[in-house]
Nanobody
Framework: QVQLVESGGGLVQAGGSLRLSCAAS????????MGWFRQAPGKEREFVAG????????YYADSVKGRLTISRDNAKNTVYLQMNSLKPEDTAVYYC????????????????WGQGTQVTVSS
């Protein structure tokens, strides 16, 4: 069993930056593929970014390419989402997720989910 806890959300002006963190429990974190998703009010949850177990491969939604960067530190059991040039449409609850098979991308069936952290971008 893996528990995921997100942090780092908050209120930021358009054009600003935030870094989200997702701390994972368990000794097998380094073998998991990890992903970030978000859900805006009234909308379905959408994939944002994914990273392979080693960190060697990443995948981004077109809407965030060039602005958001996913990374991980397996020694710290943590995955990050660096968010730059934020836009009001980035406002959402952001969730991290873990895949036991080590995959990444929007079609992966993720096994574990965090509770989410709110990101609000003001115009």
């Amino acid at each position: 069993q893996v528990q995921l806890v997100e942090s780092g959300g908050g209120l930021v002006q358009a054009g600003g930056s935030l870094r989200l963190s997702c701390a994972a429990s368990g000794r097998t974190f380094s073998s998991y593929g990890m992903g970030w998703f978000r859900q805006a009010p009234g909308k379905e949850r959408e994939f944002v970014a994914g990273i392979s177990w080693s960190g060697g491969s990443t995948y981004y939604a077109d809407s965030v390419k060039g602005r958001l960067t996913i990374s991980r530190d397996n020694a710290k059991n943590t995955v990050y989402l660096q968010m730059n040039s934020l836009k009001p449409e980035d406002t959402a609850v952001y969730y991290c997720a873990a895949d036991r098979s080590g995959g990444l991308g929007p079609t992966v069936v993720y096994d574990y989910w965090g509770q989410g952290t709110q990101v609000t971008v003001s115009s």
